[in-house]
């Protein structure tokens, strides 16, 4: 019997977070470790405290992320205290036609049963969210960029306030899998209040005092409208649909 008892395994020391994303996007994740409770030691400049996931999400992306709960940095042992999450997505081709939001998981020793994630029969738990793309235009030709924007949801959709988020205790997450499940709104919204007016078949982009007014807020003027330049070069008249 005691030969038994000295084999009952430990419990993992790590945890498997992952996400269900629209097609194309991506998540960029670094976990943060703090000395572990009770220690008294330090790391000298935070060095090898962090450990990031998917920071090249465009050249190699990989959706199922192993994170450690324990480490042991320059002889400190160290515990995960938090996941900076990046929600990435690409509109366009070139390398600055790309847009993120954020997202988080918190880890602590201790926390109020109402902030604490709960866990399935599978041993799972979620959290969700839904982001949206934001347009406006840049530049002397009047070159779409995009924005995500990024909410938090419950279960079944509805907005709450902040961004995507979850909390667990240690004791919670060993062999456990976290899962952010994320939607993206069907309809794209202007990023910037009166600049773009809406019409039945899209939006269309107010003159301001002439094309080169960068800003060019409608101020009550819904008759003299832009062209704008999509992002594969087309020059358009209604977004998105580029011809009325």
């Not at 160290?78 to 036609?97: C, E, F, S, T």
């Not at 078949?201 to 301001?208: A, I, L, S």
């Given at each position: 019997m005691g030969m038994l008892l000295g084999c009952v395994a430990s419990p993992p020391n790590s945890f498997t977070f992952t996400a269900d994303l629209p097609p194309g996007f991506a998540y960029e994740a670094i976990a943060k470790y703090v000395p572990a409770k009770g220690e008294t030691c330090t790391v000298p400049d935070g060095r090898n405290t962090a450990v990031g996931y998917n920071l090249k999400w465009r050249e190699h992306y990989e959706p199922v992320s192993e994170i450690a709960i324990h480490?042991?940095?320059?002889?400190?042992?160290?515990?995960?205290?938090?996941?900076?999450?990046?929600?990435?997505?690409?509109?366009?081709?070139?390398?600055?036609?790309k847009s993120g939001d954020f997202a988080a998981v918190v880890v602590r020793e201790e926390l109020e049963s109402r902030y604490k994630g709960v866990f399935n029969t599978e041993a799972e738990s979620r959290f969700y969210g839904q982001c949206q793309w934001l347009f406006r235009t840049m530049g002397p030709y009047r070159r779409i960029v995009k924005l995500l924007d990024c909410k938090k949801t419950d279960e079944l959709g509805a907005l709450a306030r902040g961004r995507p988020f979850a909390a667990y205790t240690l004791d919670q997450l060993p062999g456990k899998t976290v899962r952010m499940k994320i939607d993206l709104a069907a309809e794209e919204r202007p990023a910037i209040g009166k600049t773009w007016v809406k019409v039945p078949?899209?939006?269309?982009?107010?003159?301001?005092d002439n094309f080169e007014d960068q800003y060019a807020f409608c101020f009550g003027n819904h008759i003299d409208f832009s062209t704008f330049q999509m992002v594969d070069g087309r020059i358009c008249t209604i977004y998105p649909g580029c011809t009325e």
């Open positions: 480490r042991t940095v320059k002889g400190c042992p160290l515990v995960i205290w938090k996941i900076d999450l990046v929600i990435r997505a690409a509109y366009g081709k070139d390398w600055g036609d078949n899209g939006w269309k982009r107010c003159m301001g």
